[in-house]
């Protein structure tokens, strides 16, 4: 445990960023496995504009890389795509 002030106060709004991101981080899983089982379905394009509103705004925020975000899009709408093909 630390003895300085303001590493003990660091500490606490580290724990809690760490939880928020978790939740973020948790909540994209959430919604990308929303949208692939909506593939097909009249819902299809809400899922899909919901997710990917859901990785833009966790890349705004920090909680993922940028580049991470574009690949998470990209994924996603290819396997959108290849699950409405067949």
């Known amino acids: 445990m630390a ?3 303001s590493q ?5 709004q580290n724990e809690k960023r760490r939880l928020r991101n978790r939740a973020v981080r948790s909540e994209l899983r959430t919604r990308e496995q ?3 089982a909506a593939a097909g379905s009249e819902s299809e394009a809400e899922a899909i504009r919901q ?5 833009d705004k966790a ?3 920090g909680v993922i ?3 991470t975000a574009a690949r ?3 994924r996603l709408m290819a396997r959108m ?6």
């Open 3 to 5: 003895n300085i002030k």
């Open 8 to 12: 003990i106060k660091r500490n606490r």
């Open 34 to 36: 929303a949208a692939l």
């Open 51 to 55: 997710t990917i509103k859901r990785i």
């Open 59 to 61: 890349a705004a925020k």
């Open 65 to 67: 890389h940028k580049n």
């Open 72 to 74: 998470k899009k990209s």
């Open 81 to 86: 795509k290849d699950t409405s093909d067949s």
